[in-house]
């Protein structure tokens, strides 16, 4: 089916993607393989944390990376040709040691902590970076402002790194808030990438954590808006469903699902989607929920989601941009 | 001798040292080698630079990592075991790479400007940073107040780690200035470990650069009138000339000497210092020199200056120590 491989994307179509981490980021390759420089991928900044002084936002410099072809495939995260003799040291000065930061990742967060401080803005900073790794795509905070990811569990109220690197995600998830997201503004940059948008484009929205990763943009009252906007002038969202059968690719997404009173499935991601996304994209080994998933009102398109190599990030993120536009 | 090998400083004598850089962290290694935690360090200021975003102290870190028996011999800078990953990415990410700054060298500057940053004082922050590294000695910037060495060259004025690391220290020098040691002040530390002093304890001027090493302390003027209370009390002051021969052993302080107008010897050190200091130590070298230096009123001992190795730092401190107190 050579015809199957050509995505039916218009050439001049733009993509906005919605992401977290490192799903977020190896469907944004496979998106930038589609559509290169028409890709900007709002990423979200409630995971940010400062660490050491210094500003790390684990989920731009996922997909930064990513799209820069430097990240570390074996490891899974952060940058190839990594050392960690900063680290060492850093233990041995005394330092909390448990959240590792690579020698050559730490530059990222020297370099940007140093533009911060110099009174840069954040959308401004990331650009600098991005574009001295040579990025093709756009990747933008999803606000200026601090939002801050925190979850009740039965240890009290976490700030998500603590939770998510520090305690393992082993704590089970009673309540999420996104702190500062009610007063965090949309960049000019953000409106920008959606007010371009009309019938031949397309919003995806990655299959990163629906909760945590997805949950702090739609949150975001701006971004929320200039979604609905760019939607009634005809613009698609597509949504891949980051549960594949009843279980989270990686990270704690399906236990938290459960204990915030979801269902652990396609479906239950598919609920949570259904008043702002047309289409939902589910594996194939899901097949079987697509009717519960049509009755919400949602188109669904079934493929193989599951995304292994280049290849198929390329392929998955075809499918995904003809299931935007049919 | 056996005698000889034997400091005459009382046991419960104290030491200041004012240093620079390498010379004076190679003889405090030896001074700390005799006298362990009675041994204080206030070391210049004016070399200290912020360089992408964080606060690097170069004098008071070779001093801190010489006695922490971190410095890495081979290279005659900097910490031992070093990479230069982040340096590398710190290149890839467009930032100017001339003033080399180690894996694990970073990790002082980075926790360094943390504390700062979080509102500590710069002596509380290396305090805290010696005392990681099991430093015995004390180490404390000459004041907590920003000063900032200045050369003017045939290029203008250069701030001191654009003329020393960047341009190599090839322009010639016509002029220094130590920007803000007007406005500088004392601090508690630097003031108490003078007071302390008396007859059965020293006070040490390392073979630093005369000029740009030694020059901030003296310029200082709350440490000026600390090191007069301390002579007033009996204290003795000792100075060892970094040049040896009419060169000096590492750095530009020879030609720096000539293009002030002084003269490249130790003879021209000596006339430098001789308003403030007792007892003046040279190098066996320059023994024809200590007639015109005895004539400025100062007391002349003749030594090997040199220190080759762990041994000789040891022996040339114990040396110095007697010539204080003879």
């Known amino acids: 089916m050579p015809e199957a491989?050509?995505?039916?994307?218009?050439?001049?179509?733009?993509?906005?993607?919605?992401?977290?981490?490192?799903?977020?980021?190896?469907?944004?390759?496979?998106?930038?393989?589609?559509?290169?420089?028409?890709?900007?991928?709002?990423?979200?900044?409630?995971?940010d944390v400062e660490r050491h002084g210094l500003a790390i936002w684990p989920d731009h410099d996922t997909v930064m990376y990513t799209l820069a072809g430097l990240d570390d495939r074996e490891r899974g995260w952060g940058i190839r040709d990594e050392t960690w003799t900063a680290m060492?040291?850093?233990g041995r000065l005394g330092e909390e040691t448990w959240f590792r930061l690579g020698d050559r990742d730490l530059a990222t967060h020297i370099v940007?902590?140093?533009?911060?401080?110099?009174?840069?803005?954040?959308t401004d900073v990331a650009r600098h970076l991005q574009?001295?790794?040579?990025?093709?795509?756009?990747?933008?905070?999803?606000?200026?402002a601090p939002v801050r990811t925190e979850v009740r569990t039965d240890e009290g109220w976490l700030d998500f790194q603590t939770y998510f690197v520090g305690r393992q995600q082993q704590p089970t998830?009673?309540?999420?808030?996104?702190?500062?997201?009610?007063?965090?503004?949309?960049?000019?940059?953000?409106?920008?990438?959606?007010?371009?948008?009309?019938?031949?484009?397309?919003?995806?929205?990655?299959?990163s954590n629906p909760i945590v990763s997805i949950g702090p943009l739609v949150a975001l009252r701006g971004l929320r808006s200039a979604i609905a906007a760019a939607r009634e002038r005809g613009a698609p969202v597509v949504a891949?469903?980051?549960?594949?059968?009843?279980?989270?690719?990686?990270?704690?997404?399906?236990?938290?699902?459960?204990?915030?009173?979801?269902?652990?499935?396609?479906?239950?991601?598919?609920?949570?989607?259904?008043?702002?996304?047309?289409?939902?994209?589910?594996?194939?080994?899901?097949?079987?929920?697509?009717?519960?998933?049509?009755?919400?009102?949602?188109?669904?398109?079934?493929?193989?989601?599951?995304?292994?190599?280049d290849a198929a990030r390329t392929r998955l993120a075809g499918d995904v941009l003809r299931a935007a536009i049919p």
């Open 240 to 309: 891949v469903s980051g549960i594949v059968g009843g279980r989270a690719l990686k990270g704690p997404a399906d236990r938290m699902l459960v204990s915030l009173g979801h269902e652990s499935s396609a479906l239950g991601v598919a609920r949570l989607y259904a008043e702002w996304v047309d289409t939902f994209v589910i594996d194939t080994i899901d097949a079987d929920l697509a009717p519960a998933i049509q009755a919400l009102g949602l188109r669904v398109v079934v493929t193989d989601t599951i995304m292994t190599d």
């Open 5 to 47: 491989a050509q995505p039916k994307v218009a050439p001049s179509g733009r993509v906005v993607e919605l992401a977290g981490g490192v799903g977020g980021a190896k469907l944004a390759q496979g998106l930038q393989a589609q559509v290169g420089d028409r890709l900007t991928v709002v990423v979200n900044t409630g995971d």
């Open 173 to 207: 998830v009673h309540e999420v808030r996104f702190r500062g997201v009610d007063e965090a503004a949309q960049t000019a940059e953000v409106v920008a990438s959606f007010d371009r948008l009309g019938p031949t484009d397309a919003i995806v929205v990655a299959p």
């Open 88 to 90: 060492d040291q850093l």
């Open 112 to 122: 940007r902590t140093a533009r911060l401080a110099a009174g840069g803005r954040p």
């Open 131 to 144: 574009r001295a790794l040579g990025v093709a795509a756009t990747i933008l905070p999803m606000t200026d």
